[in-house]
């Protein structure tokens, strides 16, 4: 399988700006050719999946289409006028739900037949008037819901800066500096006001997301107010935030941040779907990988390092390179540069995903910031070589060096490389426990369930945080399922109606941990360097010893 993971050349890896002219030069050829496959990406998607799409949603009689009308159909029940209370997740008792919860199934209001009610020329993107949903969460006496995964303590991290003073008008409208656009929850209804275009689809695929959120959890999200920056780097310095006197930080929405940052990370968007590069929705990916984790084991896959990317995104990409198989050299690494060109010609592959776990390692290394190829990576049941990160993404920083991935210099690659590979290789129970255990992570604690789990409490706290009550702005505009699909094509429509929440949850989101304390923190963070110098001194032995062998 080919198209896969060359797929990630650009990716988050797009840049914006502060890029050196030379990237910058490669980088718009690579802009140029994406821009190539997506058009045809979106011909040969537009002849599928129109079709399809047609049919589905037109058929209702059919016993079992793909996606049924009804699934489409089921929108929160609006008979209710009462408003929703809070989902409590400080007392677990009581007022999460109504007792007579609504079962959507036996709601109807609408007729089941044409559900995205998408005229057929007329693409109109107005949202069809109801009422404030009410919540569909049944609540069990008995059983308290799961804890969520320890990542979801780094929610309260992020939102930190203002949990004394709460955020107020003034500091989200400082946000809108940089902000790609503003997106207001009321009663359940989500309006947008855009700013400026965003690279591909992302931003689209984003606000879909969250479209997709209210749909899950009727009437729990939250009234509230954010701006969202969909450009790779964060931008909220903490240092200009400092000093006693000092004015809030902006709350600014990304899919990344680093150590220096405040900005608020939120999912990528590639959970629901990255058409220009056939990569799919996460659900379905995450099966896929699976199932190809099957095809070759562990011990049956090749003893070497691998990678696949454009080198063009980032210096440090074309420093690995440096470690790549030659005549004079062995690193233990079989690393590739992506041709966007006949990835396009051979269709991408990418529905065989799996069985692009053929080696025992698997590098990941940053491009010009996080890259959505991390959670791909740990996923293939390999042993994941972790170049030093900069940048963390919502999940990442519940990942431990040596119990899920293997820690790789930054400032020494090629030795660190080869070293881990040995290590693995003469270690192969340990590291096929950790290549599990990744494996393990990706596969339960980012099933899609907690990726939305994720963002419900993300926003709730959020908006437990704001001083003032968001109101519409005027630029805004509602979004809704019609508003969405119904203007969209190909590819992109195709995996808007895959990702689509097909029907409310009627369980209660996970129960979010409590904030570290700062003892706890402070153990965390230093286990984790702990494990990194460990290896660092393994590395290090290792290479003296050799030397005085020689
Ligand atoms: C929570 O539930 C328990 C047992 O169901 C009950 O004893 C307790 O009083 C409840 N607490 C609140 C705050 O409702
Ligand atoms: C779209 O539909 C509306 C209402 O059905 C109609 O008033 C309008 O003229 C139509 N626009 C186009 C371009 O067909
Ligand atoms: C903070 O502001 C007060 C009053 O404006 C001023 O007197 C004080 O010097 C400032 N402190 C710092 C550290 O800037
Ligand atoms: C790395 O080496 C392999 C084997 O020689 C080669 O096929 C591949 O193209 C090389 N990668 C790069 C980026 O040059």
Not at 301 to 307: F, I, L, N, V
Request: glycine share 4%; aromatic share 12%; net charge positive.
């Amino acid at each position: 399988m080919q198209g896969f993971q060359s797929v990630f050349g650009i990716g988050s890896d797009m840049y914006y700006r502060h890029v050196s002219a030379t990237i910058c030069r490669a980088v718009n050829k690579t802009h140029t050719r994406t821009m190539v496959l997506f058009v045809v990406a979106v011909f040969v998607g537009a002849f599928i999946s129109t079709r399809w799409i047609d049919a589905t949603i037109t058929s209702s009689k059919s016993t079992k289409p793909i996606l049924t009308a009804k699934a489409v159909l089921h929108e929160p029940s609006h008979q209710n006028p009462t408003p929703p209370k809070k989902p409590s997740h400080h007392h677990q008792n009581g007022s999460r739900a109504p007792t007579q919860p609504k079962i959507l199934k036996t709601h109807h209001k609408q007729t089941p037949q044409n559900p995205l009610l998408c005229p057929s020329e007329n693409h109109t993107r107005t949202c069809p008037a109801r009422g404030r949903p009410s919540p569909t969460v049944r609540s069990y006496d008995d059983v308290d819901p799961p804890s969520c995964p320890d990542y979801f303590r780094w929610i309260h991290e992020d939102l930190r800066p203002w949990k004394a003073r709460g955020i107020s008008k003034e500091m989200v409208e400082r946000a809108k500096r940089t902000a790609t656009f503003r997106v207001v929850v009321l009663d359940g209804r989500v309006y947008v006001e855009r700013f400026k275009r965003a690279f591909q689809t992302r931003d689209v695929y984003t606000l879909w997301g969250i479209l997709q959120l209210v749909r899950l959890y009727p009437g729990l999200v939250p009234d509230l107010e954010l701006m969202f920056d969909c450009v790779d780097w964060p931008v909220v310095m903490s240092r200009d935030y400092g000093g006693r006197n000092a004015s809030a930080p902006p709350p600014l929405f990304r899919y990344c941040g680093d150590e220096e940052t405040l900005d608020i990370v939120f999912p990528d968007w590639s959970f629901w779907g990255w058409p220009e590069i056939n990569l799919k929705p996460w659900e379905s990916l995450l099966k896929d990988l699976k199932e190809g984790n099957e095809r070759v084991k562990w011990m049956n896959r090749k003893p070497y390092a691998y990678w696949k990317g454009n080198p063009a995104v980032a210096p440090t990409r074309q420093d690995l390179l440096k470690c790549n198989v030659s005549e004079r050299q062995d690193w233990n690494a079989r690393l590739y540069a992506q041709d966007w060109i006949s990835e396009s010609q051979q269709g991408y592959k990418q529905s065989d995903l799996g069985s692009q776990c053929t080696h025992r390692y698997k590098i990941y290394i940053e491009g010009s910031a996080w890259s959505v190829s991390e959670k791909y990576i740990l996923a293939c049941n390999s042993l994941t070589l972790i170049v030093k990160p900069r940048y963390y993404d919502f999940f990442t920083r519940g990942l431990m060096p040596v119990h899920h991935y293997w820690p790789i210099r930054e400032d020494d690659k090629c030795r660190s490389i080869k070293f881990s590979v040995n290590w693995g290789n003469s270690h192969k129970q340990k590291a096929q426990a950790i290549a599990n255990t990744a494996s393990n992570f990706i596969q339960e604690d980012l099933k899609m369930e907690y990726v939305y789990d994720y963002m419900f409490h993300l926003l709730n706290e959020y908006a437990e945080l704001l001083t003032y009550k968001p109101t519409k702005p005027k630029k805004a505009v509602e979004i809704c399922l019609e508003s969405m699909v119904c203007p969209a094509r190909g590819l992109e429509k195709k995996f808007m109606v895959e990702s689509m929440v097909k029907a409310p949850k009627e369980s209660s989101p996970c129960t979010l941990p409590p904030p570290f304390d700062p003892v706890t923190l402070r153990v965390w963070l230093r286990r984790k360097q702990n494990s990194i110098r460990q290896v660092e001194i393994w590395e290090k032995g290792a290479w003296e010893s050799q030397n005085t062998k020689l």
